[in-house]
């Protein structure tokens, strides 16, 4: 069985410091990930897809990625409150059917 | 723009009804999935599927079926809804990972069902 853990959390960061999920992988043969961000009462929308090791940079955001350890991290840097939200971290796993972990929440505190 | 739509973004049902859920995609994706998603428990897949009228089961395909008659439109049923049915469903559409893509998946707005 596939699984990607994430710690529920919250996780709650001043305004301004840097956020960072982490999320733990159990397929070797995961190639991709995904980070999600939920807002309350809203739907998954797609904020980083990374498939090499290594860091990838979008604005505030980097993904990093380490397959020998079998962890995907999402730093925010600079963070503001209305990055307060749910953070999923998926796999397509080489399936049709993505495994997601079960997201950790952030509260950003002005 | 992608764009996953669903019939409705709140539902009131009543136990023993039969419910349907209705989603629409339009960026022609071979993927289409349903989901709910409760407190605490993350999204549990429902069901599933790759191609018109095929459908493979998910985690929790107990107490509910799907249609999937046309490759845009994939439906959900609640055959007769129960209160613990109670919960956010989420519709989801992707090309494959692979050469199609990343399988990124993009989500419908969701449909919150309360069956009292």
């Known amino acids: 069985q596939k699984e990607v853990e994430q710690n529920s959390g919250p996780l709650s960061v001043p305004e301004g410091a840097i956020a960072s999920l982490n999320c733990t992988y159990s397929?070797?043969?995961?190639?991709?990930f995904f980070w999600y961000r939920q807002y309350s009462g809203k739907s998954p929308e797609l904020i980083m897809f990374i498939y090499s090791n290594g860091d990838k940079e979008d604005g505030r955001f980097t993904a990093q990625l380490n397959k020998a350890s079998q962890y995907v991290s999402l730093l925010i840097r600079d963070s503001q409150p209305s990055d307060s939200a749910t953070y999923l971290c998926?796999?397509?796993?080489?399936?049709?059917?993505?495994?997601f972990g079960r997201g950790t929440s952030l509260i950003v505190h002005p | 723009d992608v764009k996953v739509t669903q019939s409705s973004r709140y539902l009131v049902k009543r136990t023993g009804e039969k419910v349907f859920l209705e989603c629409v995609q339009d960026m022609d994706h071979e993927n289409m999935f349903w989901y709910r998603q409760d407190p605490g428990l993350g999204l549990r897949l429902i069901y599933f599927s790759y191609d018109v009228k095929m459908k493979e089961k998910g985690d929790i395909p107990e107490g509910y079926s799907v249609s999937r008659e046309k490759k845009e439109r994939f439906s959900l049923i609640l055959e007769s809804a129960s209160t613990n049915q109670t919960s956010m469903y989420l519709c989801?559409?992707?090309?494959?990972?692979?050469?199609?893509?990343?399988?990124?998946?993009?989500f419908g707005p969701g449909t919150r069902l309360t069956v009292l």
């Open positions: 998926a796999t397509p796993g080489g399936s049709y059917i993505p495994t």
């Open positions: 397929d070797r043969g995961s190639q991709s």
């Open positions: 989801a559409s992707s090309f494959p990972a692979g050469t199609s893509g990343t399988g990124e998946q993009f």
